[in-house]
T-cell receptor, first 113, second 108 residues
Framework: NAGVTQTPKFQVLKTGQSMTLQCAQD?????MSWYRQDPGMGLRLIHY???????DQGEVPNGYNVSRSTTEDFPLRLLSAAPSQTSVYFC????????????FGPGTRLTVL | DAKTTQPPSMDCAEGRAANLPCNHS???????VYWYRQIHSQGPQYIIHGLKNNETNEMASLIITEDRKSSTLILPHATLRDTAVYYCIVLYNNDMRFGAGTRLTVKP
């Protein structure tokens, strides 16, 4: 099993550009989520999904969109990048909502100029 | 608005037990306590979780006080590879709210 994979590892954007961060898992997990981590801080939940076709907002959803068309994939879209979105983004998955032994990906380091 | 309080940093000698405290005085009766760690800049790694009773697995032990207002994560024989930020988490509306955690440094 590859576990949770994220691409790209690094990305630099200009203000106003859009892009999609990719996340995939091969463990047949129902629950997937996206977090951001700013320097020196803990992780904050952006969006999550309890299964294909179902998504919901977390603590800091503004400026981000998600969709879940398959169990395996959970992409995060930045609609119009802003410097405040400079952060490290982590994707995570677990068997189902409420089963909180989550498996995290390696992260995507995003810089918005 | 994490529901937990942890010291910002701790040191531990290699080979000794590392005891990481966490206060969660507003925890509800059915809320679990989870511990994760983050080594360098990697994604967080699950360690252990518990509700009332003490728990042990291959990585660590979790001691929860009888009133459930605090807990302690114990790494029985810390190694240099245990240097990491350790997060104590209580679920908030089923969200895992990570606070700033405790930066544990294991020294030779």
């Amino acid at each position: 099993n590859a576990g949770v994979t994220q691409t790209p590892k690094f990305q630099v954007l200009k203000t106003g550009q859009s892009m999609t961060l990719q996340c995939a898992q091969d463990m047949n997990h129902e629950y997937m989520s996206w977090y951001r981590q700013d320097p020196g801080m803990g992780l904050r939940l952006i969006h999550y999904s309890v299964g294909a076709g179902i998504t919901d907002q977390g603590e800091v959803p503004n400026g981000y969109n998600v969709s879940r068309s398959t169990t395996e994939d959970f992409p995060l879209r930045l609609l119009s990048a802003a410097p405040s979105q400079t952060s490290v983004y982590f994707c995570a998955s677990s068997y189902f909502e409420g089963y909180n032994e989550q498996f995290f990906g390696p992260g995507t380091r995003l810089t918005v100029l | 608005d994490a529901k937990t309080t942890q010291p910002p940093s701790m040191d531990c000698a290699e080979g000794r037990a590392a005891n990481l405290p966490c206060n969660h005085s507003t925890i509800s009766g059915n809320e679990y306590v989870y511990w994760y760690r983050q080594i360098h800049s990697q994604g967080p790694q699950y360690i252990i979780h518990g509700l009332k009773n003490n728990e042990t697995n291959e990585m660590a032990s979790l001691i929860i006080t009888e009133d459930r207002k605090s807990s302690t994560l114990i790494l029985p024989h810390a190694t240099l590879r245990d240097t990491a930020v350790y997060y104590c988490i209580v679920l908030y509306n089923n969200d895992m709210r990570f606070g700033a955690g405790t930066r544990l440094t294991v020294k030779p």
